[in-house]
């Protein structure tokens, strides 16, 4: 044997081992890579791996935790260990050690078995850092200005300066405060995030943030600066227009722990030694109205050591709470992508507008030269008018006005701290010289959820859609899920939020953004189980309980429960579920409830003079029952998840009362609702109100209904999100792709060919003749309507979860082709995996590109009657063992499979 033939057999072997290798992939917990600050004190693990065949399944894990990375890579001197488990679960895998201790690190690592007997290696180390987990763990006090202070007077400065003698390990700096802040050590800033600390319910959970602060930090003298904002806590924020909701302070705490090389620690903390500056350069700064910048007013150097502190006050130490103190739960708002000016311009009127291209959310960034006491205004608007001018009148009250004063030193930066604005167009005024693109930047900012799911078709208008539904939801979710991010209003609304969730949870990793809002939701519900209109409520305490916006307590962890298989949220929310479904059993009499305002199928279609009954009026009280009935399903499910078996009996049985009430006071005995409208037959068809012998006849009125206006939907908030899903149901996807092509007033596609960016509140913000809807209510950034997108993914596509292994642990491919499209595919990232459904047309050849991520299998509906049609990367499928045959079914073939990629292609 020659050494060349060795040579080649040695390389062959290696490349079969590698080949048969599992490997770890994006170790993370509580669905974070490497958090600090956790507060959590059974964290949950969760991990993906990959190999180079198919029908990967795990079934054992090993988990081992560490103090330091050395004893983790070593294996000795382990913290915890689970040792080899017998299971397939690599998601939510909880941790089960000793008790976690506030402020350490903890390095871990994971390895797996799968199904033939492969073990991976393990892990790359990873880590995550406990947070404050009791109220006297904060050694540091709350401290805030000595003098009387309200949201109209400057941002002030807090400065603490400090010596380290020592060589430092780490340094981990835990900050909050009433209000937004913004720190620095030594000149430099502290973390990438934006409007800290968020948004939340105050008075309860106020989040801090933990950074490692280690490199910022040198031998010597070290100094701290933290300039604070009103923000949500004491800013203008809601209707009314209040200053000071949740208090007339503005005040922070800031912890600074460091570990020294020799064991030793310190800790650095809020007290009264620090000192203030009343008078900072940022003026004023107002979430609705904007921020007053004047650069002549800067103290350079005033976070660096040195600084000459001698005319700053003494702060006042204040006695507030720690005891509602909490980690951070989710994403934070960081900046994303900029934009350059696609157009510089002046309008009819003379105006200087530039225009970006995009409705974005952020702020803008300046760049100029100019002289001292040069004031450069931006102000911010959605559209331009008929006339190409400035728009504005639909902000209402919110001013959107940035205001820049230069100190006339050379080239000088401008960008804003404390507030956001919702624009496409930025006019500025007062620009010294010529305004170039490159001195002028939109950057936009969001919560920094991982970007999940893309979608794209053989058609540019649906693409578009697909495109403004994914900045719809980058616009409003700061923090908390908005309406909209633009006007006096930008509130956490939660009839927008449960109606879009599903379509949220393709596009981006919304499961902790939900979590950490839904626990809000639940600290704001009252204690009769009413829920409020907005979370966090700025509002009356009892503006609530209406149809369909409530029901975000019901609906929205039952959707994270479908998208992301997480137990613990059903678990944290199901007494909040339960609490709401037992308000509305309380209101009602003879299980109907029919009191209380409601909002009803929200901005549905209308018309001015409708003297023939052409607006389509949904009775407010046959909605509610409806969202009565699903909230108890829902409830019920939750139920039927966490094993409490004699509630899932109870509610049952009140289930079935719910919906004998509905039938009884609503639809006629041959199956016509009281208001025979698209919204009450989608509501009653996809909540299962009816008997199953009406149904297909409720069926047939609704498709006739869309037929008699023309094949135009005319839904509102509550009735848009179901109808193309209950149409496709009950045999009429054709239809339903009919109203997803529809490019004529109402529809989804209007906007978009009005030049739409992003999803407008109403169907007809800009009128066909260009002028506007109601200035009193007519934002162009409102995501509510782009619940399409869920039936774009989950049907269009085919790309869903089964609903009895959620999480896409069993992944459910059903494409359904059909309205003219050639192609259509969607890509998801899931907690296991990367999956993927793909078809394309051509004729009456057509092919179906799927992938299913390791440690999940696939139920993959082919879109043809015979077997024989199909074939799988060019084989009869029944020459591929690992595909199992499940026969034919409503004009599909079923097939089984697990993980790996396959192509079938159909000849019909």
């Known amino acids: 044997m020659t050494l ?51 029908n990967v399944l795990q079934t054992a894990y090993e988990i081992r935790v560490a103090m330091n990375a050395t004893d983790l890579l070593t294996g000795k001197k382990l913290f915890w260990t689970s040792g080899k488990t017998q299971s397939d679960a690599s998601v939510w895998v909880p941790y089960t050690g000793p008790a976690l201790v506030s402020g350490k690190k903890y390095w871990w690592q994971v390895r797996v078995w799968d199904n033939a007997g492969n073990v991976s290696d393990w892990s790359q180390p990873n880590f995550w850092q406990m947070g404050l987990l009791n109220p006297t763990d904060w050694k540091a006090k709350w401290i805030s200005l ?51 600390p968020g948004w939340t319910v105050y008075n309860k959970r106020l989040q801090y943030q933990a950074y490692d602060v280690t490199n910022l930090l040198q031998k010597g003298s070290n100094a701290i600066g933290v300039t604070l904002g009103s923000g949500w806590w004491r800013g203008n924020i809601g209707w009314a227009h209040v200053n000071g909701f949740y208090g007339k302070d503005i005040s922070l705490i800031f912890q600074l ?57 003494t702060v006042s130490v204040k006695d507030f709470p720690k005891d509602n103190l909490i980690g951070t739960y989710n994403e934070p708002i960081q900046k994303h992508e900029t934009f350059r000016p696609v157009k510089i311009f002046r309008t009819p009127q003379g105006e200087l507008v530039a225009d970006f291209g995009q409705n974005l959310v952020g702020w803008v960034e300046l760049k100029a030269r100019g002289n001292s006491g040069d ?27 940035d205001t820049w004063i230069l100190k006339g030193s050379g080239e000088e930066h401008f960008e804003p701290h404390f507030t956001f604005h919702g624009f496409r167009y930025a006019k500025i005024t007062g620009y010294p010289g010529e305004l170039k693109p490159e001195n002028i930047t939109a950057v936009a900012l969001y919560s920094a959820m991982r970007p999940a799911g893309s979608f794209s078709s053989s058609d540019p208008l649906v693409n578009q859609l697909q495109h403004n539904i994914q900045w719809g939801q980058r616009g409003n979710f700061l923090d908390v899920p908005t309406d909209c991010p633009q006007r006096d209003e930008r509130l956490g609304w939660t009839g927008d939020a449960q109606a879009f969730s599903r379509t949220a949870t393709f596009n981006f990793d919304a499961h902790n953004f939900f979590a950490k809002w839904l626990k809000d939701m639940a600290a704001d519900q009252q204690s009769d189980g009413m829920v409020p209109w907005v979370i966090p409520n700025v509002l009356r305490a009892r503006n609530g309980a209406s149809a369909g916006w409530a029901d975000a307590a019901t609906i929205i962890p039952w959707n994270m429960w479908l998208a992301y298989g997480d137990r613990r949220i059903l678990e944290d929310q199901y007494p909040s579920m339960k609490a709401w479904v037992e308000y509305m059993r309380k ?51 939750a139920a039927q998840v966490l094993g409490k078996k004699d509630e899932v009996a109870v509610y049952s049985e009140l289930l079935k009362k719910v919906k004998t009430a509905y039938l009884n006071e609503y639809v006629t005995p041959n199956g016509r609702p009281l208001s025979p409208t698209q919204t009450a037959y989608v509501l009653a068809l996809q909540f299962d109100l009816l008997p199953e012998n009406q149904r297909e006849q409720a069926a047939k009125n609704l498709a006739e ?108 491919i059903q494409p359904r082709p059909g309205g003219g499209f050639t192609e259509a595919a969607a890509t998801l990232q899931t907690l296991y995996g990367q999956t993927s459904s793909r078809w394309q047309q051509n004729g009456k050849s057509l092919t179906l590109d799927v992938e299913i991520p390791a440690n999940t299998t696939a139920t993959v509906f082919v879109p043809t009657s015979e077997v024989s049609a199909i074939t799988e990367s060019g084989k009869p499928l029944k020459s591929l063992p690992e595909i199992r045959i499940e026969g034919a079914q409503n004009g599909f073939v079923v097939l089984k499979m697990g993980s790996g990629k396959y192509l079938f292609s159909v000849t019909n």
């Not at 205004?377 to 959107?400: G, I, M, P, W």
């Open 4 to 54: 060349k033939y060795i040579f080649l057999l040695a390389q062959i072997f290696c490349f079969l081992a590698l080949a048969a290798q599992v490997r770890i992939q994006n170790p993370r917990i509580e669905n974070l890579s490497n958090p600090i600050g956790l507060d959590i004190t059974q964290p949950r693990f969760g991990w993906q791996f990959a190999a180079d065949r198919r």
């Open 146 to 196: 000595a003098a009387p202070e309200d949201s109209t007077q400057p941002s002030p400065m807090f400065r603490k300066e400090f010596a380290t003698k020592k060589k430092i390990v780490s340094a981990t700096a835990y900050i909050t405060a009433h209000g937004l802040y913004e720190a620095q050590i030594n000149g430099q800033r502290v973390g990438q995030d934006y409007l800290t």
């Open 257 to 313: 722990e460091i570990q020294y090389t020799d064991g030793s620690n310190e800790t650095v903390a809020s007290d009264d030694s620090w000192k203030y500056a009343a008078n900072g350069p940022i003026q004023s700064s107002e979430i609705y109205h904007g921020e007053t910048y004047d650069a002549r007013l800067e103290q350079v150097g005033w976070s660096s050591p040195g600084y000459n502190v001698s005319k700053w006050s």
């Open 375 to 401: 004031r450069v205004v931006l102000q911010f608007a959605e559209v331009l008018d008929k006339q190409s001018n400035f728009y504005t009148d639909n902000l209402r009250a919110a001013k959107c006005t």
């Open 587 to 637: 209101e009602s009499k003879n299980d109907l409830w029919n009191t209380g305002p409601h909002f009803g199928d929200w901005l549905f279609y209308s018309v001015t003079d409708d003297n023939d009954g052409r607006s389509a009026i949904t009775d407010k009280y046959l909605i509610a029952q409806c969202f009565y009935a699903h909230s108890t399903q829902l409830l019920i499910n």
């Open 705 to 812: 209904n869309i037929k008699n206006y023309k094949d135009h939907l005319t839904t509102g908030f509550l009735g848009t999100p179901y109808l193309c899903h209950v149409l496709t149901r009950f045999g009429y996807n054709d239809l339903a792709y009919t109203l997803l092509n529809q490019k004529t007033y109402p529809s989804w596609l209007y906007p978009v060919t009005r030049g739409a960016t992003t999803i407008w509140e109403r169907w007809d913000g800009i009128r066909p003749d260009s002028s506007f809807q109601a200035v009193t209510m007519n934002s162009f950034n409102h995501y509510a309507y782009g619940a399409i997108g869920d039936w774009m993914y989950r049907v269009m596509a085919g790309l869903d979860t089964e609903t009895d292994a959620p999480g896409y642990k069993a992944i459910r």
